[in-house]
């Protein structure tokens, strides 16, 4: 294929060589049948997706294409005419399922026109929630198609204590509490009505099933986005040349929006210049260490300040809120509306915390300012993961021996969390963006247009669908919540971006920056969550008086049950058994994944060498490449210069000269 | 499903589709887009491949188009005559290697066309000087912009022959996962 790529060369690299047109056209044509008889030799899709990709003018793009067809046609036999046909309408059917499928894709124009206005890094913060949106929506189908539905139809209806207050929807109990909204309103029996339908299975293994391929789709994303984006990064990469010749966003079209681009870029080269010119200027030894101190002093500050949090959620927890639980009087209003103490406290540590280690971020001073947001984005994930650690470590060890079908009351809390935390989202809209942009461009003009700050945001979405992913166990409906509250941030904050907010400043590897979103969704976020239902699941005593797994030991028991009801030959309960419960099956398997890992370390570093030694051939063919250019046009104008001579004087016979006297020195 | 156009053969657009990145509807929807530019100009019926070639102020006056710096190379480098005016057959090409689609070698091809305003094949310092200009109009100082452009050559050229080679750029590009982004118009 390499050779498609330097195909043709529109005459000047050919031209410089001094071949004359004829030798050009026979040259072309030689290039363009390897290529056709090339193309021939491939698939179909292969085929047209290399031709898709020639470094041609649209013209000869369908030149090449009917001389492949042609070719084909001719190579083929007749009876192969209705497989060409049969392929053709195959593709055309491929195509119109892709456009079909295009309908289906919400928010396409939004998207487009956030990107025209403010570039691809904003948008990429918009594609995250999108994204997210996605999941929650699966979630949300198939709890309410295979643990909902058969709950509302056939089991029976568990009344409500109280009637309907408005408190409800803030604190999700009361009316709520025995609903199907909560893990305490399924109750296992298994249905006997036909058909049967064993409730405990089918919440164990659709919540199992949602989260595995949760699992696998983060993995993959992950997976491919480090290729895309950091494979490849070796070497320095200082950014001057890149910023000038590959950063320009062209999918910008908002005339403001240009401008403001334009501005950045210079602002962006003069900085990078002067960067240059210091670079000389080393550090004294007494300036490095009080850097040092200061980054660490910073260090204790904010993991201090994490902790601290953790306490206070911590003893919070412990001694106010369970106070509802016991007094357990519905129309104790005051007492029901005290539960939201905590989720309150939570929101504003999320809130007031990271502005807070903006500010100590103030006092350090970094070398690039890559590092400077990098930092600040682990020091945030340090505190919004301490804090969902905390409170499940409260909910996983302090509630269950203290109240009464407590998985509803974690769903409860998980669900006043989420709720608190949008409304603060809410007001961070109005008074974060809104208030401040007022107040930057009327009453202290030096402030400015605040910036949206994409790290923060992007923080605040992986924080809830933590939460989303938590609560999945304990309240199979709360993805109605989530995905409604994903709709309207993302209408609010478009809305909000145009009215008040500017593109970030600091654009530069967004790309890379967006890998470590998808990582971090996986690892701390994705990971925390699936291990906290994954100890409940294996380890917790379910509650004795509610929800589908009453009365057995651990909720896994189900899986048990299950397989001991099964005749004992079936292939179900034989992998079971034999496979899945003995550790000689684990620890092969670990082996196995720890020598492939290894092999594949090994041919990644031989790959690296490679990649090394391929640069430095590309530099040696550059300078034959120049020296034999060189030598070349020396060569040409030789020849030329010896053309415009007179032919006698190049003839190399003897030749006799008649006139031999008159060319003897005269004084013979 | 059915071929309810009357613009194009079905050869033709299965050309235009075996030849661009769009599905059928797209192509169309692209049609009519080109010939909103232009509609006394521009016929309803392709069927006999007529010559309608639209001038630059046209093509330039684009929405997608009307503020990009750098919309005067684009058009010419997509255009057959190199001088801005665009036939269909243009357009589609010139939408599809921007679409987001394209493959990076694609791109890296094209984008080096249009950072390359001598035609000569190579960016050299001027070319680099020209982009920068339009990029940053009166922001950077005659020095600046020389320290910059011999920077770019610095870190970029390989070969060491004092100007970009279209290896030396997607080089660049390979380094730049930013880059198949970026160098995206919607349309």
Known sequence: MRRMSVFPQHGTALGNLGLTANEIRQETENNTSELVSDLVNLSAGARFEAIRSLHVPFNEKKTIRNRVNSVKLSKTILAADCRQQVSRSFRRFRASLASAMQHLVIWQDTLKEIGGRFGTSVLSYFLFLKWLLQFNLFSLIINFCFITIPQIVHAPNISSITGFRGLELLTGVGYFNKTVLFYGGYNGEVIVSKPAYNMQLAYFFTIAAYLVLCGVSLIYSTSRSFQKNFALETGPVSGGAWRLLCSWDFSVVNEKAIQYNKNNLAIQLKESLSERLQEKNKMSRSDRIKHLSLHLLAWLLSLGLALGSCAGIYFLGTNRELAFSFSHDPSDLGAEASTLLLPVVVSLFNLIVPLLYSLISKIESYSNPRAKIYISIVRTVILKMSILGILCFYWLSFVPTNISCWESFVGQSVYRLLIIDFIFCLLGIFFGEFLRNVIGTMCIQSLGVPEFDIARNVLDLIYGQTLAWIGIYFSPLLPVMQVLKLFIIFYLKKISLSMNCQPPKHTGRAAQIQTVFIALLFFPSFVGALSMVAFTVWSLKPSDQCGPFQGLNTPFHTIFNWTHSLPETHWVRWIFENILRSELFYYLISLIVLVITYFLWQITRGRKELIKTLREQIVNEGKDKAFLLNKLQNLQKERREMASYRPQDFDQTPHFNPNWMNTLPMDM | ?187
């Open chain 2, 1 to 187: 499903m059915g071929n309810k156009q009357t613009i194009f053969t079905s050869q033709q657009l299965d050309a235009y589709q075996d030849c661009t990145y769009f599905t059928r509807k797209e192509i169309l929807r692209r049609f009519h887009r080109y010939r909103d530019l232009a509609p006394q100009l521009v016929p309803l019926d392709y069927k006999n491949q007529p010559e309608v070639r639209l001038p630059y102020e046209l093509i330039g006056s684009m929405p997608e188009l009307k503020d990009n710096p750098f919309r005067q190379r684009i058009a010419e480098v997509f255009s057959e005559d190199g001088e801005g005016n665009m036939t269909l057959d243009d357009f589609l090409d010139m939408f599809s290697v921007l679409s987001e689609m394209a493959p990076r070698d694609l791109k890296a091809f094209y984008a080096f066309k249009i950072y390359d305003f001598n035609n000569d094949d190579f960016i050299c310092k001027s070319d680099l000087e020209k982009t920068l200009n339009k990029l940053t109009r009166n922001e950077l100082t005659e020095d600046e912009v020389r320290m910059v452009c011999e920077k770019v050559i610095d870190e970029a050229d390989l070969d060491n022959d004092g100007r970009l080679s279209l290896e030396d750029f997607q080089n660049m590009i390979v380094r730049a996962p930013d880059f198949l982004s970026t160098f995206h118009i919607r349309i």
